[in-house]
Each structure stands twice: as C-alpha cells, then as structure tokens.
T-cell receptor, first 113, second 115 residues
Framework: AQTVTQSQPEMSVQEAETVTLSCTYD???????LFWYKQPPSRQMILVIRQEAYKQQNATENRFSVNFQKAAKSFSLKISDSQLGDAAMYFC??????????FGEGTQLTVNP | DVKVTQSSRYLVKRTGEKVFLECVQDMDHENMFWYRQDPGLGLRLIYF???????EKGDIPEGYSVSREKKERFSLILESASTNQTSMYLCASSLASSSYNSPLHFGNGTRLTVT
C-alpha cells in the first residue's frame, strides 16, 4: 500500500520569507502523480500544485514550486514571498490509481506578520 | 465553476443512530469520493464510486456504507454511529480521468460529533 509522510506537523514563517514543507512517499509504480493541497480555515481544499513523476522538471505555480527527487521519493513544497493568506493546513498526496489519492498527515503553516 | 455541496456543516448525533451524510456535485462528474479527516492522520479514503450504482471500498470502510442512485449524489451512511466515528468528513468529485488531468473538487466538509 502506498504511504505518504509529512514529518513536520507545524511550520511557521515570517511574511515575505520562504518556507519549505517536506513530503516523502512510498510507491512501487514507475509513473504516478503527486500533489500539494491547501486547506485554509474555511475547510475548502484547494489544489496548489501537481507533478507528474514521468517529468523530471520541477513544477512551478507562481510563488509555489516543488523539489521533486524521484530516486529519494521526496516531494517538497517551497513557498516564496509568503503571504498571510498562505496560512493553512497543507497536504501532500499521491495518486494511487483511478483518481484515488493517498494523503499525508498534513503540515499546519503559520505566517507571522 | 464546479460546486460540491455537503448538506451539513456541523452534525451532532447519538451513539447507535443511523446517520446520512449527503454530497451533491453539479458538474456531471463520474467519480465521487468520501474521505475522513482526523488530526495527525490526514485524509483517509472511506468509499468511492466511478459511476451510478457502483461503489468500491477505500482504505477504512468498516462501519460505513454508501449509496449512489444518481450521478450527482453520493451518500455516506453510518449504520450505527459510534464515538470513534467523530470526525470531519469530506466529499470530493472528479471527471473519469487521472487526478492530474482532472483534479479533485472538494466540498466544505461535515464535522460530525457522535456523543
């Protein structure tokens, strides 16, 4: 069974600074998909960024980027120029099969003004 | 924009009650999912469905069942609620494709308390 691990239950960052959230996963598949979702206090899960394992290039979406290390099975999220609105719970996820996602435990990010 | 609506934001039920959690999506999505979210455990898949009348067990189906009589509606049923089912329940939907091409759309969750 696939597992996704987020080893940082909580992280904090100063506004305008950069923070990196860690994620490791375990899969026997050669091609798979990885995701970061954000859950603000409203509870609405929002897709932040996605990565196809087949592609070596790291995905980027504005201030959000990933460091995808396939051999190490690592998929970290970097948030640059952190904003107060980035404060949320962040979940790393892997697509198991047929749109089924396996999620990590989550990292609660606090942004300090 | 896709909307996934969960019928209740908060729900309080007694042990042994039969509980129905309703989820409706308005974008003709084939796939629908029920997850539960607990602190320190993340989201865990309870049941999912790829089509009407079809259902598949997820990772933690014990104590739950589901119903999908219409494409847009996916109900989660707790046959006899227990205190260990106190949790946040999230419904999601997507097109019949990889989540990479058709990301999951989530509802706002139902926080269920069983006393």
């Amino acid at each position: 069974a696939q597992t996704v691990t987020q080893s940082q239950p909580e992280m904090s960052v100063q506004e305008a600074e950069t923070v990196t959230l860690s994620c490791t996963y375990d899969t026997s598949e050669s091609d798979y998909y990885l995701f970061w979702y954000k859950q603000p206090p409203s509870r609405q899960m929002i897709l932040v960024i996605r990565q196809e394992a087949y592609k070596q290039q790291n995905a980027t979406e504005n201030r959000f980027s990933v460091n995808f290390q396939k051999a190490a099975k690592s998929f970290s999220l970097k948030i640059s120029d952190s904003q107060l609105g980035d404060a949320a719970m962040y979940f790393c996820a892997e697509e198991t099969s047929g749109s089924r996602l396996t999620f990590g435990e989550g990292t609660q990010l606090t942004v300090n003004p | 924009d896709v909307k996934v609506t969960q019928s209740s934001r908060y729900l309080v039920k007694r042990t042994g009650e039969k509980v129905f959690l309703e989820c409706v999506q308005d974008m003709d999505h084939e796939n629908m999912f029920w997850y539960r979210q607990d602190p320190g455990l993340g989201l865990r898949l309870i049941y999912f469905s790829y089509d009407v009348k079809m259902k598949e067990k997820g990772d933690i189906p014990e104590g739950y069942s589901v119903s999908r009589e219409k494409k847009e509606r996916f109900s989660l049923i707790l046959e006899s609620a227990s205190t260990n089912q106190t949790s946040m329940y999230l419904c999601a939907s997507s097109l019949a494709s990889s989540s990479y091409n058709s990301p999951l759309h989530f509802g706002n969750g139902t926080r269920l308390t069983v006393t």
